[in-house]
T-cell receptor
Framework: GAGVSQSPSNKVTEKGKDVELRCDPI?????LYWYRQRLGQGLEFLIY????????KSGLPSDRFSAERTGESVSTLTIQRTQQEDSAVYLC?????????????FGPGTRLTVT | GDSVTQMEGPVTLSEEAFLTINCTYT??????LFWYVQYPGEGLQLLLK?????DKGSNKGFEATYRKETTSFHLEKGSVQVSDSAVYFC?????????FGKGNQVVVIP
């Protein structure tokens, strides 16, 4: 079946512009996660969604970052007024449930470059 | 807080060589531990896991043993193949999320 998909695969933007990244989880997966991977760094947790429960936003690095998810479908990560330090690969993952968060299925990522 | 530390730098080795990638964790209690792998052009995927001390996870010829005495979960493979070239991430399960190490790029030369 279809895995997790993300779009765009690459995004180059100018400093100060807003960007929106999209994630389509595996159908039926109730939990969805966003991570950031800066060059030479590990995956940094940003946010997760579980069904219709309130998301855990504790990993978002600043108020320029926000994410939405409607039900158990597509999620979008928005970065406002982008800065050069936002350049990274943004990864989305989903799991059957939050309790099964150990087995996350990852998308290929969106490489964001802020010039 | 909870964290995972992997050995520094990429690993380059010849086909059929023995591979070890070190991983240590810092956590309260005994978290479940994982190795994820990212093949070129693909998303991360779960390679193996261990949910309690002394458990051994294994898959595709890779093994890792959960050692609580040394808080380690080193990844090993006895004879690597070119197709094992990838980035390997160690991770631990925290509060409804995974904490990942920085990853190690493994390059296997024919």
């Amino acid at each position: 079946g279809a895995g997790v998909s993300q779009s765009p695969s690459n995004k180059v933007t100018e400093k100060g512009k807003d960007v929106e990244l999209r994630c389509d989880p595996i159908s039926g997966h109730t939990a969805l996660y966003w991570y950031r991977q800066r060059l030479g760094q590990g995956l940094e947790f940003l946010i997760y969604f579980q069904g219709n429960s309130a998301p855990d936003k504790s990993g978002l690095p600043s108020d320029r970052f926000s994410a939405e998810r409607t039900g158990e479908s597509v999620s979008t990560l928005t970065i406002q007024r982008t800065q050069q330090e936002d350049s990274a690969v943004y990864l989305c993952a989903s799991s059957v449930t939050l309790a099964a968060s150990y087995e996350q299925y990852f998308g290929p990522g969106t490489r964001l470059t802020v010039t | 807080g909870d964290s995972v530390t992997q050995m520094e730098g990429p690993v380059t080795l010849s086909e059929e060589a023995f591979l070890t990638i070190n991983c240590t964790y810092t956590a309260t209690g005994y978290p479940s531990l994982f190795w994820y792998v990212q093949y070129p052009g693909e998303g991360l995927q779960l390679l193996l896991k261990a949910t309690k001390a002394d458990d051994k996870g294994s898959n595709k010829g890779f093994e890792a043993t959960y050692r609580k005495e040394t808080t380690s979960f080193h990844l090993e493979k006895g004879s690597v193949q070119v197709s094992d070239s990838a980035v390997y991430f160690c991770a631990q399960k925290g509060n409804n999320r995974l904490a990942f190490g920085k990853g190690n790029q493994v390059v296997v030369i024919p």
